[in-house]
């Protein structure tokens, strides 16, 4: 099977990144605001949501977690589509 995942979200073109006086830094209203609307203080976002198929007997129903995870990469490069 081929593993297929396509976003349930909708992404922006741009975020606007606030810089945390600990030195975290958040995207703000990623990727859209939450269900409640936009937060003017604090977090401002909602999870990623995505339909992941091709897993064969993975998934749904198994015990085998499936874990995902992403990384913020300057659109582009070589960098942008790194599968591993």
């Known amino acids: 099977d081929t593993l ?7 992404f922006k073109d741009r ?3 606030n810089n ?4 975290q830094k958040n995207l703000r209203c990623f990727p859209g605001c939450g269900d409640l609307g936009h937060m003017t203080s604090g977090f401002c976002g909602q999870p990623v949501v995505c339909h992941v198929s091709g897993l064969g007997g993975l998934g749904k ?6 874990r995902t995870w992403g990384e913020f990469v300057v659109r582009g490069t070589d960098e942008e589509w790194k599968i591993g």
């Open 61 to 66: 129903g198994s015990n085998v977690p499936i």
């Open 4 to 10: 297929v995942v396509e976003f349930l979200s909708e």
């Open 20 to 23: 945390k006086r600990t030195g």
């Open 15 to 17: 975020y606007q990144r």
